[in-house]
């Protein structure tokens, strides 16, 4: 199994930035590559992010490229979000995911991001 947790959600105004953190742990050498989904009130859970594990390749939805930037840590146990130029549309529970298989079979809870007009 692996584990998933969240950190560095919170508020900021239109136009700021904010950084997500993703901490993994326990069989961490089977994931795949790890990801970044959001889910915003009344609306189905949406893919932002991910980095593959192996060659470090990045991809986005279209609604952040340009202003999101995927990351990891030297040991890859840990992603980042790098979220710039905020809109009030990016608000939403931001969760981390993983995939050891063909899918993202593992979540963390979930860090809420509000911003604000």
């Known amino acids: 199994q692996v584990q998933l947790v969240e950190s560095g959600g919170g508020q900021v105004q239109a136009g700021g930035s904010l950084r997500l953190s993703c901490a993994a742990s326990g069989r961490t050498f089977s994931m795949r590559a790890m990801g970044w989904f959001r889910q915003a009130p009344g609306k189905e859970r949406e893919f932002v992010a991910a980095?593959?594990?192996?060659?470090?390749?990045?991809s986005y939805a279209d609604s952040v490229k340009g202003r999101f930037t995927i990351s990891r840590g030297v040991a890859k146990n840990t992603v980042y979000l790098q979220m710039n130029s905020l809109k009030p549309e990016d608000t939403a529970v931001y969760y981390c995911?993983?995939?050891?298989?063909?899918?993202?079979?593992?979540w963390g809870q979930g860090t809420q991001v509000t911003v604000s007009s």
């Open positions: 995911a993983a995939s050891t298989a063909d899918l993202y079979n593992h």
């Open positions: 980095i593959s594990q192996s060659a470090g390749s990045t």
